[in-house]
């Protein structure tokens, strides 16, 4: 999940979020009239972390019955996952992790093992990426579980959303769909397929593949998947001023998933990013050392908007020409 | 508020938090056992803020009915005095305001007007101290709305908890119990004397009374008040080392409020200090330059724990004996 002053949707549990109408209209409210960013400020409101002189800042509220719920998850799954959330926006500019704060609020009767099980698992998962526990909070909630996660890295050279150009190829790392192939299943009430769970209950942040990107100048854009490919494509197109072609019969779908749910589904956790040339000895050094494939599934070319190109026709993103393909 | 990993409990809804006991042993579990911290990370969990580099950060969860109540708030209100609160922690280590990022969770019928007032009450905040908004993020709540404020700020010189010795002088800015004469006139059907409400919703963080105490090497060890100065004091003693005797007849009250919510109320946001030596024209100075004034209301003595003075006779903060003077 990203940060910097954007709305984002949630599939995890199911349940849609406020419409992107109405959230992208109050954020854009929001942002008018600010102050002037001083000097020290690299990186403002709208990309996966501000940038403050060498550190990216970032931060996560995850809310009980929105991004989890506790009858599909462990209290130290919940810890974990919350924490990879926010240290995925690290990942998405290429920042290595120094560390989280986490604030947890939690009704009375769970301030004891829960709490304890599920701060266990965010200091887990940030200790995994070689970061530390810098600090935490606990409150008293009236109802229901929030945890928010701040994540701190170091970013000498932060790799945006804006620096997309046209010509570029659009990759991702790994395989999607399988975190909302979980959602879907328990929605459903079906049985997850195998492999689908471990996506959306212990998802791995990025951290290696951002860096190793970054550092080598090799991507010119990028983000985590959060909302999915279609919806963060979406950001990346309009941060870049650009439009991208994706092609869906190249996405690297999960085993349990489907195209749709690669293409839509969200909370892989991902890298998505451009590149204006990645040669096939850099692939394969790529996948030597982080073990993880790289995947082309579009084009940025000039223009706006995100289209889907599939069996020679190209329908844009949103259009109801595409929605019409939800139901094949 | 404070973070770094320490339990607070509220008063501001006029409902008692997570009792201290169990809070405090969930935070002694979760800091057990966590890796070693790097040298970058010049303040870990445990103070007001961490510092990584040059950079104090800090995060504030405020959850409503524990927080805030909408029915004793605007929405501006609540968004003003969340990023207040953790702007505070900033004065707190005497550190300079870049800025803050604002995560706000709310049920979908506020996403719209109030949403953007409590974001643009939260931005005033910041603005009013010199930083700005460094990003943000909305999401859908299935009931209840929260806030998360990030604030990050400049702190070569961070004034620590830590810093007590035997002989310092105990100090705290402004008067205190405005906020919770507030609280207690609305728990109990009354009207608020006049002065309590604002210092309850438009809390002012003491940024520039902080850097003026850090910057002249004045305080030894600073904390904000957030949950009392009892608690608060009890929490510099702890980390100092140190018992601290206070002065009951010498707390600066607030002219709604009395010396029990001046001992115990929280959510004053005032600064408390220790200082080895503080000259009348060190204090004629400090008024001069923030138009508030400094009270000495304790003392830095060897031993442990907080106790209180009154006349000529010295109880525990937390003792049966102290306790009894609430019905006083």
Do not use: N
Not at 233 to 262: K, M, N, Y
């Amino acid at each position: 999940m990203g940060k910097a002053l954007r709305a984002h949707s949630s599939h995890s549990a199911g349940v849609s979020a406020i419409g992107p109408g109405r959230e992208f209209d109050l954020i854009r409210g929001f942002l008018r009239g600010g102050a002037p960013l001083p000097a020290e400020v690299r990186v403002g409101p709208g990309d996966d972390c501000a940038v403050v002189g060498s550190l990216a800042i970032s931060t996560d509220l995850s809310v009980e019955g929105v991004h989890f719920r506790r009858d599909w998850l462990r209290p130290r799954e919940i810890g974990w996952r919350a924490a990879a959330a926010a240290l995925s926006d690290l990942a998405a500019m290429g920042a290595r992790p120094v560390g989280v704060l986490v604030s947890l609020s939690v009704p009375p009767a769970d301030a004891g093992s829960f709490a304890t099980a599920l701060m266990l698992g965010a200091r887990e998962a940030v200790e995994a990426v070689g970061g530390v526990l810098l600090g935490g909070d606990l409150t008293r909630s009236p109802a229901g579980v929030a945890v928010d996660v701040v994540v701190v890295g170091e970013s000498e050279r932060p790799v945006l959303r804006s620096g997309a150009r046209p010509g570029d190829g659009l990759w991702v790392t790994g395989e999607l769909g399988g975190a909302a192939a979980f959602v879907r299943a328990r929605v459903q009430g079906g049985r997850p397929r195998r492999g689908a769970r471990s996506r959306f209950a212990r998802p791995e942040p990025r951290i290696a593949a951002g860096r190793w990107l970054a550092e080598r100048g090799i991507a010119t854009a990028m983000l985590d998947l959060s909302d999915g490919l279609a919806g963060d494509a979406t950001h990346l197109a309009a941060a870049s001023g650009v439009a991208i072609d994706l092609q869906l019969d190249d996405l690297p779908v999960h085993t349990a998933a489907d195209p749709e749910l690669a293409l839509r589904g969200g909370e892989d956790y991902e890298l998505c990013f451009t590149a204006s040339d990645l040669h096939a000895e850099t692939r394969s050094a790529f996948a030597a050392d982080l073990g993880l494939r790289l995947t082309r599934v579009g084009t940025v070319r000039r223009g706006r908007g995100v289209w889907i190109e599939r069996q020679g026709r190209r329908d844009a993103v949103g259009s109801a020409g595409f929605q019409h393909f939800k139901g094949g």
